[in-house]
């Protein structure tokens, strides 16, 4: 069960069981919304929650918001005071994950974006792992990706998840942990919800955003700290799903999963069959960039408590 005791919801902090939206709302009749997934961590030695590249994802979701035809009333500083005060009144001290979400409120039957009116909430609920396991098995769903000309990967809008679901959801029934989507023109897209980076011959490799993917927030930190600490080298490029067959190394990453190496792709062991050097050397690095131990980065983290 959710362990939080309140929401962000028309326009103040209240407790959860206010935050209550009609059957009749536009959103939840017709997707019509957009969010973020944020990770906060828990640091027990300097008793602080620590947000983890929180302006980079306010900032991401009013980009949403203007592709969707969406009015947020919140500026991206008035987004982050917002989600430190209601961390604040939560008092968690373990690592939570933090949903905000813009949504048509309006109670209409009525499939278009214009003319109906927004509204924002947040909460944040205690999170550990989205994907469960040090390493994950991987197949290639049966299910394309959708194409940025028919619902954009660039915005993370809230009906287009149908899309993740069917993929992540075959993957499942058919016992591997996650699915690699295949976009319209038959090369390597992302994950149901995550990014992916392949490793060959020292070089990470990974999908364009023409790719229609998501301009993954972790996706650019793994650049970061590959570059910084590795010497590596990023590509970004198309990727063949053969390829994944012949990486060396090969691993997803996003907000929710984090870093997760992927072992096995379509019953062919990935590389070794073992987590590979280049990704167990960036799991420690985020796991340490996510925690404020890299001081380098400490921007990347805002704190909760005084």
């Known amino acids: 069960m959710p362990n939080n005791k309140f929401a962000f919801f028309n326009g103040e ?13 536009n959103a939840l009749n017709y997707g019509t919304g957009c969010f973020e997934g944020i990770r906060g961590y828990w640091a027990p030695e300097e008793e602080q929650l620590l947000v983890f590249q929180l302006r980079a994802h ?3 979701l009013h980009g949403s918001c203007r592709i969707l035809f969406m009015r947020l009333p919140y ?11 209601l961390l604040r009144r939560e008092g968690f001290r373990e690592d ?6 813009v949504y048509k409120s309006d109670p209409a039957i009525a499939v278009q974006l214009n003319g109906l009116n927004d509204a924002f909430t947040l909460f944040a609920v205690g999170f550990g792992q989205y994907i469960a396991g040090t390493a994950v098995r991987a197949c290639v769903s049966s299910w394309r990706r ?7 990967s660039r915005a993370k809008a809230s009906g ?3 899309n993740s679901a069917l993929s992540k959801t075959e993957a499942l029934l058919n016992g591997y942990d996650e699915a690699i989507v295949l976009g319209g023109d038959g090369h390597v897209s992302e994950a149901s919800a995550a990014n992916l980076f392949i490793v060959r011959n020292g070089v990470l490799v990974t999908p364009p955003v023409t790719s229609d993917v998501l301009e993954g927030i972790t996706r650019q930190v793994v650049a970061r700290l590959a570059h910084d600490h590795l010497g590596l ?10 390829e994944l067959y012949v990486a060396d190394e090969a691993f997803f990453c996003g907000t929710g999963a ?5 072992i096995e792709i379509d019953r062919r062991p990935v590389g070794s069959g073992e987590v590979g050097p280049i990704a167990g050397q960036l799991v420690a690095l985020y796991a340490d960039a996510v925690r404020g131990r890299l001081p380098d980065y400490r921007q990347w983290c805002t704190p909760v408590y005084a």
């Open 13 to 25: 902090i209240v407790p959860i069981a206010q935050a209550q939206v009609s059957v009749m709302t």
């Open 58 to 60: 306010m900032e991401r």
């Open 75 to 85: 500026s991206v500083d008035e987004l982050c005071d917002i989600t430190v005060e």
């Open 96 to 101: 939570v994950y933090i949903r905000p979400l």
């Open 146 to 152: 959708i194409d940025d000309n028919i619902i954009p």
């Open 160 to 162: 287009a998840y149908i």
């Open 233 to 242: 080298a990023v590509v970004e490029r198309p990727i063949d799903r053969t």
């Open 258 to 262: 984090e870093i997760k190496p992927i």
